[in-house]
């Protein structure tokens, strides 16, 4: 399904196709959404965080990212990368589920704890 939405702040009329992809439930309140985007001939990829306000209507936020289909395979990669250590960290945490957010935010791996990072 293809829909066209009206670009919003640019105040020029333009539109930008935009193909819904598919959502899932971060919590009680939010929702992630991955979009096909196309703009001026661009495609693009986007996963963002929506929530509902007061008359029940999904809005986007700030928090996603929005990349060209071109770096796709270079962010799955780097997500596949990122369940990795999780596994290897926190193995509770995959099972686990719905995990309090400070347990995940350990930060990166460090130099000392002899892990190579995706450069090297």
Avoid at 10 to 38: A, D, P, Y
Avoid at 77 to 102: C, F, M
Avoid at 106 to 120: I, W
Wanted: proline share 5%; charged share 35%; net charge negative.
């Amino acid at each position: 399904m293809v829909s066209l939405r009206q670009c919003k702040g640019k105040g020029n009329g333009m539109t930008e196709k935009q193909r819904f992809i598919t959502e899932f439930e971060k919590n009680s309140l939010e929702k992630v959404k991955i979009h096909l985007q196309q703009w001026k001939n661009q495609n693009y990829i986007d996963v963002r965080v929506f929530y509902l306000d007061e008359e029940k209507t999904e809005n986007p936020t700030k928090k996603g990212i929005c990349l060209k289909v071109e770096l796709l395979p270079q962010f799955t990669q780097a997500l596949q990368q990122a369940e990795a250590v999780i596994e290897k960290r926190l193995p509770s945490v995959k099972d686990a589920g719905d995990a309090p957010d400070e347990a995940v935010n350990s930060g990166p791996p460090r130099e000392e704890d002899g892990e190579e990072n995706a450069d090297g």
